[in-house]
């Protein structure tokens, strides 16, 4: 009798844009409330996660989603340190020499590698937008996000009820530029098709 093979699950990595808005909200609002609590470094209220999250996709900086089966259960935020310096580099918004990353992945879905891909597409995103040093942070207590971090190379720091980690990034090349270009165009055409298929 024949067997039907599962090959496991469906998980993409892609940047998020305006057509996402929905379904970055529904994200946030299904975070249980440790994982909600380490992603924003506190409590925060519905209404308060129903605010970052309609404004999250228009801020300076970049968003990137962890898909699996087509729903998005991780998130990862590029954005500046400070001020974001005015035009453009090599085409790609500046974000100037320290930027600071900040994601989570839903509890069900962790250990399954979407942190780490998220990490990868923030780094390759933020080296060839002009910053030299990424920076995380995070509550000492979230041990899944410092051992990320410290795997990833970054230098931790703890400052008592918080972690704050630095990892310098190489500069960008014609491949990493390229390869990102290439990225991005796939990105943009399923997030299209995935609204399109929400509508």
Same mark, same amino acid.
């Given at each position: %009798?024949?067997?039907?093979?599962? =090959?496991?699950? @469906?998980?993409?990595?892609?940047?998020?844009?305006?057509?996402? $808005?929905? &379904?970055?909200? /529904?994200?946030?609002? +299904?975070?249980?409330?440790?994982?909600?609590?380490?992603?924003? %470094?506190?409590? &925060? @209220?519905? #209404?308060?996660? $129903?605010?970052?999250?309609?404004?999250?996709? =228009?801020? /300076?900086?970049?968003?990137?989603?962890?898909?699996?089966?087509?729903?998005?259960?991780?998130?990862?935020?590029?954005?500046?340190?400070?001020? +974001?310096?005015?035009?453009?580099?090599?085409?790609? %918004? $500046?974000?100037?020499?320290?930027?600071?990353? #900040?994601?989570?992945?839903?509890?069900?879905? +962790?250990?399954?590698?979407?942190?780490?891909?998220?990490?990868?597409?923030? =780094?390759?995103?933020?080296?060839? $937008?002009? &910053?030299? /040093?990424?920076?995380?942070?995070?509550?000492?207590?979230?041990?899944? %996000?410092?051992?990320?971090?410290?795997?990833?190379?970054?230098?931790?720091?703890?400052?008592?009820?918080?972690?704050?980690?630095?990892?310098?990034? #190489?500069?960008?090349?014609?491949? @990493?530029?390229?390869?990102?270009?290439?990225?991005?165009?796939? /990105?943009? =055409?399923?997030?299209?098709? @995935?609204?399109?298929?929400?509508?």
């Amino acid at each position: %009798m024949p067997q039907s093979i599962s =090959t496991g699950p @469906s998980i993409s990595v892609r940047r998020l844009w305006p057509s996402d $808005r929905a &379904v970055i909200l /529904d994200y946030f609002l +299904r975070l249980d409330p440790e994982t909600r609590a380490n992603r924003f %470094m506190g409590t &925060v @209220s519905e #209404a308060g996660v $129903r605010a970052y999250a309609k404004s999250a996709i =228009t801020a /300076d900086g970049l968003i990137f989603g962890a898909f699996v089966d087509g729903v998005l259960r991780g998130l990862g935020e590029l954005r500046p340190a400070g001020p +974001r310096p005015p035009g453009t580099l090599r085409g790609r %918004m $500046r974000l100037g020499p320290e930027a600071e990353a #900040a994601f989570a992945v839903e509890r069900e879905f +962790r250990r399954n590698g979407l942190g780490a891909a998220l990490f990868a597409r923030i =780094t390759d995103a933020a080296r060839n $937008r002009g &910053v030299s /040093d990424l920076h995380v942070r995070c509550l000492s207590r979230n041990g899944p %996000m410092r051992g990320l971090a410290a795997k990833l190379g970054a230098n931790l720091r703890l400052l008592g009820s918080e972690t704050e980690g630095a990892l310098h990034l #190489a500069r960008p090349t014609p491949f @990493s530029l390229w390869h990102e270009s290439i990225a991005e165009a796939f /990105d943009f =055409t399923l997030a299209v098709a @995935s609204a399109g298929g929400r509508a």
